[in-house]
C-alpha cells in the first residue's frame, strides 16, 4: 500500500489532518461527535477527499484504536502519534515526516485540524488556488482578525515545521515569516469545538 500511495501522491498537494487529541475540556474524543449523517473527523476528511489534485494523511493519538477503526477506508493514510500527549508539534512532524517518506518531492503540504466543522475543499482548494497565483510561501486561512487553519506550507518551511516542539503551532512559523503570507477568507473558521457547549451550538 506504501508503494501505490506514493505512486498515486507524486505531484499532489498533501492535506495532513490533526486527529490526535484528548479533548480534555469535552470529556470525550471530538473526533468522534456526530456531525452532519457521520462525525467531525470523517467530515473533514470527506472534504480533504473531495479537493482536486490532494491527497490526505491523518494523524491519530488518544483513542487511536477506536477513531482508525470508524475510519477503515483504503482512501486515506492514518499514522499513530505515539507523543501526541507532548502537544500538538509532535502530530505535526509525525505527519510531515510520513508524508515525506510518501513523496520525498511533495511541493506543498495543508495541515488541517479535526474539529472545525465548516471546513469544505472549497477553503481547501483556494489555499491551493492562491499559492498557484501569488508564489508566497505560507498561504492561511483568515478568520477573526487572525490567521489559522487550514494552512498550506510550501516546502522550504517543512524544516522548521520539524523542529517546532511542544505546544508550539504552526502559527509561529506564519508570524516569522509575514511577508511571505497570504490569507484566504474561511467564512465561521472561528467556530471549533471544544466544550459540549461549542457542540450543542453547532444544532442551534
Not at 28 to 42: I, V, W
Not at 121 to 137: A, C, D, P, R
Request: charged share 25%; with cysteine; proline share 2%.
Amino acid at each position: 500500500m506504501r508503494l501505490a500511495m506514493k505512486t498515486k501522491s507524486q505531484n499532489k498537494t498533501a492535506i495532513v489532518i490533526l486527529a490526535a487529541g484528548n479533548s480534555s475540556r469535552l470529556g470525550r474524543p471530538k473526533q468522534l461527535l456526530k456531525y452532519k449523517e457521520s462525525n467531525l473527523l470523517k467530515n473533514t476528511i470527506s472534504e480533504a477527499l473531495n479537493t482536486l489534485n490532494s491527497f490526505v494523511l491523518v494523524v491519530t493519538g488518544a483513542d487511536n484504536q477506536n477513531i482508525e477503526k470508524e475510519l477503515n477506508s483504503s482512501q486515506i493514510l492514518t499514522r499513530f502519534n505515539e507523543d501526541w500527549e507532548t502537544g500538538m508539534a509532535s502530530s505535526i512532524v509525525k505527519g510531515l515526516n510520513e508524508l515525506l517518506q510518501l513523496n520525498p518531492d511533495c511541493e506543498q503540504c495543508i495541515f488541517a485540524v479535526c474539529d472545525q466543522p465548516f471546513v469544505t475543499s472549497s477553503i481547501f482548494e483556494n489555499l491551493i488556488n492562491e499559492y498557484h497565483k501569488t508564489e508566497k510561501g505560507i498561504i492561511a486561512s483568515a478568520y477573526s482578525e487572525t490567521l489559522g487553519t487550514p494552512v498550506l506550507f510550501h516546502k522550504k518551511y517543512f524544516k522548521e515545521l520539524l523542529e517546532l516542539s511542544g505546544q508550539e503551532g504552526a502559527k509561529k512559523i506564519i508570524k516569522k515569516y509575514s511577508d511571505d503570507v497570504v490569507s484566504v477568507d474561511f467564512k465561521k473558521g472561528n467556530i471549533d469545538i471544544d466544550t459540549e457547549e461549542d457542540y450543542n451550538k453547532l444544532f442551534e
